[in-house]
């Protein structure tokens, strides 16, 4: 079936690292989003990329930082210079332009500590 | 993108229809209206979306007013499971796929 993966679930570090977290989609989606959300609040969008090897900052970019080598791969890392962490990360893939929806992986849980 | 305006909180009765209402008074007229929903702790569900006519789906129907100022989204026999925030999100067609997410509606379904 075609989806889209987030990994891990959950996930724990501790204050000042980096931390990556992945999302892998084998819809052959050309764009790809991350989005951020916090306890009872909606989502705010990070970074998208439309296609391979480009991507453009969202809202909230500072202390984030991306890549997009392949179709199907679209990683967020969260670097040290991100000052609150602590959140619900999804990303969501979809086709370009149209009237095309999102696709949503089932989102990782980072606690920085 | 338009804005759009939902009341924050519903109730509704197991095996009733629930009626999530939505406003989008500034949209312009080649914006869709989409509507998604977000169960606890998951990611957001795309649930239906439209441009001027009605559509239904085997989730949901979406009635769009004639001015297309306002719209409802309506789940027929609302369960347990469809217990959830609703999001409704207008967007302009190949505009960038972008898609902004408010506040939204949580509904609760009650036995």
């Known amino acids: 079936d075609g989806g889209i993966t987030q990994s891990p679930k959950y996930l724990f570090r501790k204050e000042g690292q980096n931390v990556t977290l992945s999302c892998e989609q084998n819809?052959?989606?050309?764009?790809m989003y991350w989005y951020r959300q916090d306890p009872g609040q909606g989502l705010r969008l990070i970074y998208y990329?439309?296609?391979?090897?480009?991507?453009q900052k969202g809202d909230i970019a500072e202390g984030y930082s991306v890549s997009r080598e392949k179709k199907e791969s679209f990683p967020l890392t969260v670097t040290s210079a991100q000052k609150n962490p602590t959140a619900f990360y999804l990303c969501a893939s979809s086709q370009r332009g149209g009237s095309a929806g999102y696709t949503f992986g089932s989102g990782t849980r980072l606690t920085v500590v | 993108d338009a804005k759009t305006t939902q009341p924050p909180s519903m109730d509704c009765a197991e095996g009733r229809a629930a009626n999530l209402p939505c406003n989008h008074s500034?949209?312009?007229?080649?914006?869709?209206v989409y509507w998604y929903r977000q169960i606890h702790s998951q990611g957001p569900q795309y649930i239906i979306h439209g441009l001027k006519n009605n559509e239904t789906n085997e989730m949901a129907s979406l009635i769009i007013t004639e001015d297309r100022k306002s719209s409802t989204l309506i789940l027929p026999h609302a369960t347990l499971r469809d217990t959830a925030v609703y999001y409704c999100?207008?967007?302009?067609?190949?505009?960038?796929?972008?898609?902004?997410f408010g506040g939204g509606t949580r509904l609760m379904v009650k036995p």
């Open positions: 500034t949209i312009s007229g080649n914006e869709y």
């Open positions: 999100i207008v967007r302009e067609e190949n505009a960038g796929n972008m898609l902004t």
């Open positions: 990329s439309q296609i391979v090897n480009d991507f």
């Open positions: 819809l052959n989606h050309d764009a």
